[in-house]
């Protein structure tokens, strides 16, 4: 994969999508009389069907065997693969891929479909009640050589704890055990794939008359009765331009959990004298006889096929010239063979060989089954109908919305992002048809929904791995995802009981703001002070110095203002990220952490060994090689000296930006480790905070012992003790994110969206990323009040205007966090404390935010629990409403018994709200009631003026009794307006 690089300085404001690889039709091919319908359990509680007559793959759970969970399209192939190199284009976090396919094997032949236990496939053969004479035993026996009885490799098929006895087994982050019992049955699906049609039916003639005959060998030694057996497979074919190639696939289904199936497409490692992959002829190039000669006088005669696997990345062309053929990568030269089978090879030469990097899995779908999820995704929340890539990347400003996506294209190379660019995606999703489905590995891939009666999968690696979920409705099914890639922890109290206040500007400037909080009476938790280490002015307005220790000039007296705060029950919250900023231009730095850096090798480098320095705005940054055990240990060490002046959290921001053509300490992939930086950063983020918290319940224990028993001390004192390990708890909020980052990161944050009322990225966007990121594990997630993206240039004004910014709050006040953020270009923004209108109308939606408190203890409980997130689409308790599965931002659910709809267009007062059946809802201002007719749901207007929000709570709800007495002792819940 190259890494493209773009010279000019004004671009293509309304660019091109990528080109890739489309959605790819292809051909089944099967001997009906031999590959008859079979039922087959793959573990104790899935059960994987063939039907020989629709031709059709399915797979099906014990508990609803008459439901299909998962199946391939009747008569048509669903597993391919292809040969391809991609470039990809990067622009300050923005990237775009260009795929160029070279070779397509789209015709698929299936030779046998079969049950393994998962003691075969770890090739044990000796135990206490090991019976030699079993059939048992001729299996084992069989695989002792590498094959069975239709060719399967099943020393391959082992799971990587199978390989010795003392390696690990697989844990799930919940604890759970996978593939528990040696005697559980996997499923496995072999057979080839070809790039020619005819040479695919002529292969499965072949295959089905050796399987006839006498039971023989695959590594027999070659003789003169198999000429007819290689003719198929290497004698020159018709005259012509086509390649003709194949390469042997297995699809195999294992159970990992009670309710979880995986999958795994792969193709079978290089053998001697097996057949792999074949190359027939091409037409395509030509080269010197005289360099040909030269090359077989200095080879070996010994027969063997050197051809491409499938696995690693490259590329591949044959060469054809009288009557040889040569198989060559990037211009070396690999192998020759001739059409009688000759041929010479290198030993040194077999693992150079290149190997087809593009798996496709396709799959049937109905025609209105919505997909939800894909992590956090900003302009849709039903991807029907789309083609989804999920890679991590900046998520542009505007994205889509105008005229600034035109703008920021013009200046910077995609810039504007597009309708799928997002920090956090995900390779995972959820129907309506209560489907669930997930991708393993971290490998650029993408989801092809462009189709209405089939999806593709489309994995840019030499395999693919996933789980199929089973589940009966939206809450079991995130439950089953979420135990599977791992829960966000439990938050601490004082993170959920009032306001952060997200300040900057120095010392002076929040001490003012401070003591207007006061005079307005603002439930407050936390100052979030992000301009801790400094700012500077840049292209974009004011951005932090980037050198992670406290700016002296800018917070004089920094220890002070902390512990104010936390005299006064507040918090200090800072800001942080995988970057370092050279610092000559910083005059008062008191270390240089860039050079530190630098010199010890904690950086992020090129193909040359230099640090890599990445664009940002008008500035250059190094990124941490956090694949570094030194990098991570100095790193914890930096963020050790911010808490210990009495932080409790701060914002883990970035994580989207390693480099496609960057070099690792780990010498992993970067193109792999891409969408794996944001979870490796969430991971050192997460040590730090276990290694701290668990540093001060060691110092608490050690005072508890050093200090004399009092018997007087009454119960209120050991709720204070209680209190004060809850103060201990530190909190991080990140904006990058995959699979896996729910896990490690604490909370989460959508990011920069515009400081507009835009439904691709501003205040409607900011909806819709909420509820999709609820729908794939990011339980904790939430907004910055009023937006961040500001733009105030001569020709283009983006400000955040005073009724925005109300109607902001109003949305806010009903989500996990409420936290307030002044932007990148303060000024040109209406703050919350901007005047007395302000300040009021922050106080009420504070208020609110704090009425609800005890139901959001709860949902936080309950989302560390099974996974729930705090703010839900009206899906996830609906499923069946077919309304509600086309709602996209403007309404949503806070747990299951309070019902949202904010006002998100500017100057409108009122909102139409939508009642599911089944259900009584009241409106909290006035007490009206709503109740939908038993067989459809109940639109209605409902008056939404500044200062209430249409929210409702359910009639029957133990929640609406408490949250109306909380508003009313608030004193801001009137009845009438």
Not at 154 to 162: D, E, H, K, T
Not at 323 to 331: E, F, I, Q, S
Not at 446 to 453: A, K
């Amino acid at each position: 994969m190259a890494n493209g690089n773009l010279p000019r300085r004004i671009y293509n404001p309304f660019p091109g999508q990528p080109r890739g690889l489309h959605f790819v039709r292809g051909h089944l091919h099967f001997n009906a009389s031999n590959l008859t319908s079979r039922k087959l359990f793959a573990g104790k509680n899935f059960l994987v069907s063939w039907d020989s007559e629709a031709g059709c793959l399915s797979v099906h759970h014990r508990n609803q065997q008459d439901r299909t969970l998962w199946a391939t399209p009747r008569h048509g192939g669903f597993v391919y693969a292809a040969l391809g190199e991609s470039t990809t284009y990067e622009s300050r976090g923005s990237y775009s891929l260009y795929d160029n396919v070279e070779m397509h094997f789209t015709h698929q032949t299936i030779e046998d479909i079969g049950t393994y236990t998962e003691f075969q496939s770890r090739n044990v053969f000796e135990g206490p009640n090991f019976s030699r004479n079993s059939k048992l035993t001729k299996c084992c026996n069989d695989a002792a050589i590498g094959i069975d009885r239709c060719g399967i490799d099943l020393v391959n098929l082992r799971s990587p704890r199978a390989h010795n006895d003392h390696s690990e087994v697989e844990v799930d982050p919940d604890g759970t055990t996978l593939n528990r019992d040696e005697g559980d049955a996997i499923v496995v699906l072999t057979g080839c794939l070809y790039t020619n049609c005819k040479l695919a039916k002529d292969e499965l003639r072949l295959h089905d008359r050796r399987r006839s005959c006498e039971e023989r060998s695959q590594f027999r030694e070659r003789n003169n009765n198999d000429e007819e057996m290689d003719a198929a497979w290497f004698a020159v074919g018709p005259d012509g331009d086509d390649l003709r190639a194949g390469v042997r696939y297995k699809l195999v289904f294992s159970e990992k959990r009670d309710n979880q199936l995986g999958f795994h497409v792969d193709g079978f490692p290089f053998q001697k004298e097996s057949r792999d992959i074949f190359l027939i002829q091409s037409w395509r190039f030509v080269e010197s006889s005289s360099e040909l000669r030269l090359c077989l006088e200095k080879q070996s005669s010994t027969f063997r096929r050197l051809v491409p696997e499938l696995g690693c990345q490259g590329r591949i062309f044959s060469y054809r010239l009288g009557d040889v053929d040569r198989c060559h990568r990037g211009g070396s030269f690999r192998g020759l063979t001739s059409e009688n089978g000759s041929g010479f090879h290198g030993d040194d030469e077999m693992q150079c060989m290149p190997k087809l990097n593009r798996v496709l899995l396709t799959y049937a779908s109905e025609a209105g089954e919505k997909f939800y999820g894909f992590g956090e995704q900003f302009s849709c929340f039903d991807m029907k109908g789309k083609r989804v890539p999920i890679m991590v990347q900046e998520q542009g400003i505007g994205r889509g919305d105008q005229p600034i996506t035109m703008a920021a294209n013009l200046v910077s190379y995609r810039a504007g992002g597009d309708w799928h660019t997002t920090y956090a995606p995900s390779p995972h999703y959820l129907t309506s048809d209560m489907n669930s489905l997930f991708l393993e590995g971290y490998e650029h891939c993408v989801f092809d929904l462009t189709r209405p009666d089939c999806v593709q999968l489309q994995v840019h690696a030499g395999s693919m791995k996933g789980r199929i979920l089973y589940g009966q409705n939206p809450p079991e099914l995130i439950k089953e995802y979420t135990a599977a890639v791992g829960r966000m922890r439990e938050l601490p109290a004082w993170i959920t009981k009032g306001v952060i206040v997200g300040m900057q500007g120095g010392h002076k400037a929040v001490r003012d703001v401070w003591r207007k909080v006061k005079e307005y009476d603002v439930p407050l938790s936390a100052f979030w002070l992000q301009d801790w280490v400094g700012q500077r002015k840049t292209s974009v307005g004011w951005q932090l110095w980037w050198n992670w220790e406290v700016d002296r000039d800018h917070y004089q007296g920094w220890e002070e203002l902390v512990r104010d705060f936390k005299a006064c029950g507040v918090k200090t919250m800072t800001y942080c990220n995988p970057f370092i900023v050279p610092t000559d231009k910083k005059t008062n730095r008191q270390n240089d952490l860039f050079t530190i850096a630098q010199k010890a090798g904690y950086l992020v480098s090129d193909t040359i060994g230099a640090t890599y320095m990445i664009p940002n705005t008008s500035f250059e940054a190094a990124m941490l090689d956090i694949t570094n055990p030194e990098t991570r240990r100095w790193f914890k060490h930096l963020m050790y000296e911010m808490v210990k002046t009495g932080v409790c959290g701060w914002m883990a921001d970035f994580g989207e930006s390693l480099p496609f053509d960057c070099c690792l300490h780990s010498g992993e992939d970067p193109a792999t480790a891409h969408n794996k930086y944001p979870e490796m950063w969430a991971e050192l983020n997460r040590e730090f905070v276990e290694e701290w918290e668990q540093e001060r319940l060691v110092e608490k224990q050690k005072r508890k012992l050093q200090s004399p028993v009092d018997s007087s001390r009454k119960a209120e004192d050991f709720k204070d003790s209680d209190e004060d390990d809850d103060d201990d708890t530190l909190v991080f909020f990140m904006r990058a994110g995959y699979r896996g980052s729910p896990r490690s990161a604490t909370l989460f944050w959508e990011g920069d969206q515009m400081v507009s009322w835009g439904a691709n990225d501003g205040i409607k966007s900011a909806v819709t990323g909420l509820l999709s990121s609820g729908v794939s594990g990011y339980a904790f997630n939430h907004s910055d009040i009023g937006g961040y993206c500001t733009v105030d240039l001569p020709f283009i004004r983006y400000s955040r205007t005073e009724e925005l910014l109300l109607r902001w709050m109003e949305l806010n006040a009903f989500s996990v966090i409420f936290r307030t953020h002044e932007g990148n270009v303060p000024k040109a923004n209406t703050q919350f404390y901007s005047n007395d209108t302000t300040l009021r109308h922050f106080t009420r939606s504070a208020k609110i935010y704090k009425a609800w408190e005890f139901y959001r203890r709860q949902l936080v409980k309950e989302a560390a629990a099974v996974g729930m997130p705090v703010v839900r689409h009206l899906f996830l308790h609906y499923p069946e409403d077919k309304y509600v599965q086309t709602i996209v931002y403007k309404q949503f659910l806070v747990g299951s018994e309070i019902l949202v709809v904010p006002v998100l267009d500017k100057g409108h007062t009122q909102v139409q709200a939508y009642f599911p059946s089944g259900d009584v809802w009241e409106h909290v201002w006035t007490g009206h009631q709503y109740r939908a007719p038993a067989t459809q749901g109940l639109k209605v207007w409902v008056q939404a003026p500044l200062g209430y929000p249409a929210v409702f709570v359910k009639k029957d709800s133990w929640v609406r009794q408490q949250f109306i007495h909380n508003l009313e002792k608030e004193n801001i819940l009137e009845k009438t307006w």
